[in-house]
């Protein structure tokens, strides 16, 4: 069975502009969860996505979106990026109970 | 509030010891699923154990080994016979049934020494 897949793997922007990160989850997981890993603020629960529904959200700014479609591969979008938005951005992959948490290999988002 | 506290922040040993890795762990729900993950310098979490809050029994994988006591609110990770492939930084996380999210320590860096 194939992991969790997240593209880009690195991406570098600037103050202001907007990023759009890709997770697809295992085969046959309809849960997705994003996390924000910093090296001062550690690693954060952003938000998870149920049958293309937010379920849960943690206590990100509105900058912070996501979506997930209907093969439940997910988005995540951060506009007006910010110096401190740069972060290792993690997704993870659930079955329906969401409890399963597998891991992709992360988007390094450096912001400039 | 949920917590993890992982009060090690860095653990240094020389190859075939045994370490064990603290986590603490607060939460007011009875039903709950504690983590461990490893992340080596890659970035990826790899994931190790998960047991939820009912199950207190001990589990050995391999070298490894996990001790979960509700009474103290500890679920601790031993690694016997360490390896230098196991650097890494460990993680302990806590989620509840309800929210789905995990919270995690800080973790705690391991070096080993050849």
């Known amino acids: 069975k194939a992991g969790v897949t997240q593209t880009p793997r690195y991406l570098i922007k600037t103050r202001g502009q907007q990023v759009t990160l890709s997770c697809s989850p295992i085969s046959g997981h309809r849960s997705v969860s994003w996390y924000q890993q910093t090296p001062g603020q550690g690693l954060q629960f952003l938000f998870e996505y149920f049958s293309e529904t937010q379920r849960n959200k943690g206590n990100f700014p509105g900058r912070f979106s996501g979506r997930q479609f209907s093969n439940s591969r997910s988005e995540m979008n951060v506009s007006t990026l910010e110096l401190g938005d740069s972060a290792l951005y993690l997704c993870?992959?659930?079955?329906?109970?969401?409890?399963?948490?597998?891991f992709g290999p992360g988007t390094r988002l450096t912001v400039l | 509030a949920q917590k993890v506290t992982q009060a090690q922040t860095e653990i240094s040993v020389v190859e075939k010891e045994d370490v064990t890795l603290d986590c603490v762990y607060e939460?007011?729900?009875?039903?709950?699923?504690l983590f461990w993950y490893k992340q080596p310098p890659s970035g990826e979490l790899v994931f190790l154990i998960r047991r939820n809050s009912f199950d207190e029994q001990n589990e050995i994988s391999g070298r490894y080994s996990w001790n979960f006591q509700k009474s103290t609110s500890s679920f601790n990770f031993t690694i016997t016979a360490s390896q230098v492939v196991d650097s890494a930084v460990y993680f302990c996380?806590?989620?509840?049934?309800?929210?789905?999210?995990?919270?995690f320590g800080s973790g705690t860096r391991l070096q080993v020494q050849p």
């Open positions: 939460t007011r729900d009875t039903t709950y699923y």
């Open positions: 996380a806590l989620m509840d049934t309800g929210r789905r999210a995990l919270t």
């Open positions: 993870a992959s659930g079955g329906d109970r969401g409890i399963e948490q597998f």
